[in-house]
Each structure stands twice: as structure tokens, then as C-alpha cells.
């Protein structure tokens, strides 16, 4: 089995399992809701992952996803409305020994936290975000938030919506992201194959799960995730490999110039060797810019892990200013502090 190796997070003795995970709160989402699914992928992935259940802290804001921590048998912090970024910010800094996971809305991370959100991800701070989006707020009872579609009708917006939503990817690598992914929630085996990978991302790791609010946004993701269509409307992307799909495994997507371009292997001689080959570790974003904007109908929404890209964190970065501080200092102690600077007698 696959392993993450980090020098900084211990690793548990003895093999944890998802039933160590598993909180005796009752979880109180709708029936229904793909917060569940979540749930349960979260469960599979950290007993894989394999760090002691104490190392690892969840921190969320206001939402129905921020709920979280309670439903998750280890650390936590149910923080206020858009500031999970900032506070798993100072968790992280102030204990590198933590394996930090924010879980947050499109409306918490995006409206009131979006401030949080773009800097935690400029900075690259070696946390893991699992960001629900299900284009409405909940548990404020229906109200459009920054993601939802143009022209739908809420009950802040009972004429249809006049705001440009923003695609989440976009905007996370328009912050200078260094991993995103994206998954359904109807897809518990892909959302915990991604979920480890973000794990294993040194730096800001943002996974936008897809998900289903039953109540104020039922089916707003159906044409990507139902099971008639999203063999058609979904493309697995897998590193190293073409990108291919489809029910009969005959389309795919080729750079076509400085454009993505759908096309049926066996058509006009195109096989398989036409196609884009995914590289997630690619540091130029160009490519996996496109892939992240990718929508129907014209594109498949692309489905998996777009970007992985290693570059230097922030926590790395403040451990290496602090060293160099210590040795460059004339200032060792408090006493020195005091003591420095101009003195005047009385």
C-alpha cells in the first residue's frame, strides 16, 4: 500500500481503521445530502493516510459543511463565518506537527471567507481544503451564493441570479494554487483517491467536491453526475495517461493549437496518440487552467486531480526565516531584548 512519507507528522504504530474515525455525535444532514458521502471518504482516507488520529485537526466556519469536526473522531475547531482559512493558517504555523484539513462551503470560502481563502492558497500553507460546492447556501435556507449558475432562481434572487458565478479552479489558480482537484460526491472511491493525494501535496491542497443539497439545490449537479450521463459528461483524468472517456471509451480531448478540442477516436484518423496526456505536476498552469474551465456542453467537466505542483510553502519558508533569525540575531533572550537599544537614566 502507498504511503506518505513526512518527516514532520508521526506516523501511527499501529494500524488505524475507519471505524477510529467514526464520532459518537449524530450527524444531523438531511437524508440525502452528499455531506454524507463525504463523510465517508474522509473516514477511508485517513486511517490510509497513517498518521496518528491525534495529528490530525479539522477546522471549519459557518455552513452546513462546517459541521464537520464533530462528525470526525479526532481535533477540532468549529470556528465563525469565512475564517476556517485564517485559524487552520495559525494551527498550522503554530504546530507543524498537525496534518491540517479545512472543511468549508462555496459560500464560507468563497463570499465572507474569499479574502481567507486566495491568500491561505498565495501563500501555500501545507494544509488540505475540502471545499463543498453545491451553488446555494444551506443552511441559511436557500439563498444564491458566489458559485451559483447565472439566471437561477433563489429565494434571494426570485427573478434568476444577475452575478457571474466564479469556477472555483479559476479562481484557485488565478491565486497561484499548487494542487486542485475536483470530484462528485456520488463518487466515494474517486473522492478518497483524491483526497489522498492532496495529502500527499506538500503546500495548499484545494478539493472542490461537487454535492448535492437536497433541499435548496436538488440536482444541480445532475447533468455531470447522474448515471445516464456522466460516463459522456465527466473525463477521469489520470497522470501519465490520455485523456479519454465516454460510454463506449471512444472520445477524448487533444490540444488543438492554443485550444482544447473534443474528439472521437476512429474519426478522421485520430487515435489515441492524438490525444492530451495529463501531466498534474506540471509546473506552468496553462494547460490545467483549461482543464479546470472545461464545461458543458461543449467540454466534459474535468473530474480527478488537474494540478499538483510542488513549489516552496510557507511553512517551510517561516521555519528557515526563524533559523536564520536565531543565528543572525545579537538578541538571545528576553533579557537581551530589554537591554537593547538606547538606555536613558533618570
Known sequence: METIENLTIDRSKEPLKKEDFVSDQM??????????????????????????????????????????????????????????????????????????????????????????????????????????????????????????????VTKTSPYGTIEHPFNPGELIMGAQGTFFARVPDTNVKLMTDVMFEAAKHDGTSVVEILENCVIFADNVHCQITAKDVRDDNQVILENGKPMIFGKERNKGIRLNGTKLEVVTIGEKGITEKDLLVHDQYEKDPGVHLMLAKMSLPNYPVAMGVIRSAAFPTYDDLMEESIEKAKQTSSIRCVDDLLNSGDVIEI
Open 27 to 152: 450527524v444531523k444532514w438531511c437524508p440525502g445530502c452528499g455531506g454524507h458521502a463525504i463523510l465517508a471518504a474522509v473516514a477511508n482516507v485517513f486511517p490510509k493516510i497513517g498518521y496518528r488520529k491525534e495529528n490530525f485537526t479539522l477546522v471549519s466556519g459557518i455552513g452546513c459543511s462546517s459541521r464537520f469536526p464533530y462528525y470526525v473522531n479526532t481535533y477540532g475547531f468549529h470556528g465563525i463565518h469565512g475564517r476556517a482559512h485564517a485559524i487552520a493558517t495559525g494551527v498550522k504555523i503554530a504546530n507543524p506537527h498537525l496534518s491540517v484539513w479545512i472543511t468549508s462551503g462555496d459560500g464560507d470560502s468563497m463570499a465572507i471567507g474569499g479574502n481567507h481563502f486566495i491568500h491561505i492558497i498565495r501563500r501555500n500553507v501545507d494544509v488540505n481544503i475540502l471545499l463543498f460546492n453545491n451553488e446555494i447556501y444551506g443552511l441559511t435556507k436557500g439563498q444564491y451564493s458566489p458559485t451559483t449558475a447565472l439566471g437561477t
